[in-house]
């Protein structure tokens, strides 16, 4: 027991810096820009370093009930760090277009930089990387269904209608996600897997038995504790970062961003891992289950939120944000569609990336 708490050492780490963070608070916000900001940057800091324990001990869970299992189990983890936080920074004063700008913000992070750099640098490595396109089919049509149902028709939905069409969203997100639950547990499991060559099982993701051999009760007490740890780093670091952002002439978006990045920290790590180990099915379903879960999981939570406040949240995207939501769906449409990947389509993602920060920089 001794040995397994001195491996979650970064979760002391994270408690001494929310321990800090609240006996200061009212000192920092009493300074200047800067250390409200380099305090505010150290506690996102200490929230990647606590939700990558978390990612690590859903990977031991994963690796104990394998795939599809597994990388539902990563996934909902990361949805899981990401609705703590918008949850406790939304408490704040802050913009109504934080859920939205989030959401998109991880959908853009998801396909077009995890798959996107983790099928560049694989294909440059590998060549041609195969997987089930089942997977990628099934991910993409549910992520333009629920994208479209809870972030693209309430542009036209009359504001006096918003309660009831909320309550719709709650309950299709919510159906849409029983269906694909079953599916993806269930008889349809082996849309989300593949059958890798025995030469290439051997080339696997690498295994330390220590890890192996940890007790799934101890791992899921470690989410437990971390997910109450991160929401408490995410109150203080909200009020820091929203305090030293004010005025600052920042993107309107910069705090979805932040938020969005939190929560893909360590599926990125996950995903490379396997990309470089030739095992594109796990990058496919962490990278596209992630969108899907991000939508299909914070939507029902958010509306739920605001009904139970009484204050709308802004879900409809601009135009700019559903013009890259389409550009992105449809060349993921394609290039996930002859169950091979290449460094020419990690590349076109990534290029879809570096366009996303690009607009977010110029606060479109």
């Given at each position: ?6 491996k ?7 408690l ?11 000192s ?8 409200l ?18 990612a690590h001990?859903?990977?031991?869970l ?9 990388t539902?189990?990563?996934?909902l ?10 949850a406790?920074m939304?408490?704040?004063?802050t913009?109504?277009?934080l859920?939205?700008d ?6 853009m ?10 099928a560049?640098?694989?294909?440059i490595?590998?060549?041609?990387q195969?997987?089930?396109d ?11 269904t ?6 693209v028709?309430?542009?036209f ?19 849409l996600?029983g269906?694909?639950l079953r ?37 899921i ?24 952002l ?19 920290a ?10 470089l ?8 379903n962490?990278?596209?289950g992630?969108?899907?879960s ?11 939120i ?5 204050q ?24 996930l569609?002859?169950?091979?990947t ?23």
């Amino acid at each position: 027991m001794l040995s397994s708490l001195m491996k979650e050492r970064v979760l002391f780490v994270g408690l001494a810096a929310a321990i800090l963070a609240y006996a200061t608070e009212h000192s920092l916000l009493e300074m200047g820009r800067l250390p409200l900001l380099v305090a505010a940057f150290a506690l996102v800091v200490a929230i990647i370093l606590v939700s990558t324990r978390i990612a690590h001990h859903a990977e031991i869970l994963a690796s104990k009930v394998g795939d599809p299992y597994g990388t539902m189990i990563l996934t909902l983890a990361a949805v899981l760090v990401e609705v703590v936080v918008l949850a406790i920074m939304m408490q704040g004063e802050t913009s109504p277009t934080l859920v939205r700008d989030t959401i998109y913000a991880a959908v853009m992070l998801d396909i077009n930089g995890i798959l996107g750099l983790a099928a560049l640098l694989g294909g440059i490595r590998h060549g041609e990387q195969p997987y089930n396109d089942d997977s990628g089919k099934t991910y993409g049509v549910m992520i333009l269904t629920a994208m479209g149902i809870s972030m693209v028709v309430p542009e036209f939905v009359p504001r006096e209608s918003w309660h009831l069409y909320s309550a719709f969203t709650i309950g299709a997100m919510i159906a849409l996600y029983g269906v694909f639950l079953r599916m993806q547990v269930g008889p349809h499991s082996y849309f989300f897997s593949y059958a890798y060559p025995r030469a290439e099982r051997k080339e696997g993701l690498p295994r330390k038995a220590p890890v192996e051999n940890e007790p799934a009760t101890f791992s899921i007490v470690v989410i437990v504790l971390g997910v109450v740890l991160i929401g408490a780093l995410a109150e203080v670091m909200s009020v820091l970062l929203g305090v030293g952002l004010k005025g600052s002439g920042a993107p309107p978006a910069l705090m979805a961003v932040v938020v969005a990045a939190i929560s893909a920290a360590p599926e990125i790590l996950t995903a490379l891992r396997a990309a470089l180990a030739n095992r594109m099915q796990s990058v496919v379903n962490i990278a596209m289950g992630a969108s899907l879960s991000t939508v299909i999981l914070t939507v029902p939570v958010m509306e739920a939120i605001a009904l139970y406040t009484g204050q709308p949240f802004v879900m409809a995207m601009t135009p700019v944000q559903t013009v890259m939501v389409m550009i992105t769906l449809i060349a993921a449409a394609i290039n996930l569609n002859d169950g091979e990947t290449n460094a020419i389509e990690g590349m076109t993602h990534f290029i879809l990336f570096a366009t996303f920060i690009m607009l977010t920089m110029i606060g479109l």
